[in-house]
Nanobody, 121 residues
């Protein structure tokens, strides 16, 4: 009953910016944390950025100073502002979240479908 949907991917030139969004919907009681992963062809999936319920953020070294993760708790939405994009940022970006469904005690990790980000001149 819980669904995460990403949006905002696309094709941009190096140095430009994109803003990704992910919204959780369905039978949700609470969201403990929300995360962005990415996976490039032939590469391992990597954790890009995380944000907790109390707003604590973390980033992988390659995006520090360029990307900003934020969360809108009212809308159950996490955003990833990506600035100064580089070709090596090209990947499918996935939203994930730790969610407790209504009436269920244990939290589970849910995943979105992914959105393509391509950085090319």
């Amino acid at each position: 009953q819980v669904q995460l949907v990403e949006s905002g991917g696309g094709l941009v030139q190096p140095g430009e910016s994109l803003r990704l969004s992910c919204t959780a919907s369905g039978n949700i009681f609470s969201i403990a944390g929300m995360y962005w992963y990415r996976q490039a062809p032939g590469k391992q999936r990597e954790l890009v950025a995380t944000i907790t319920a109390d707003g604590i953020t973390n980033y992988t070294n390659s995006v520090k100073g360029r990307f900003i993760i934020s969360r809108d708790s009212r809308k159950s939405t996490v955003n990833l502002q990506m600035n100064s994009l580089k070709p090596e940022d090209t990947a499918v970006y996935y939203c994930s979240a730790t969610i407790r469904a209504i009436g269920i005690m244990k939290p589970f990790n849910y995943w979105g479908q992914g959105t393509q980000v391509t950085v090319s001149s």
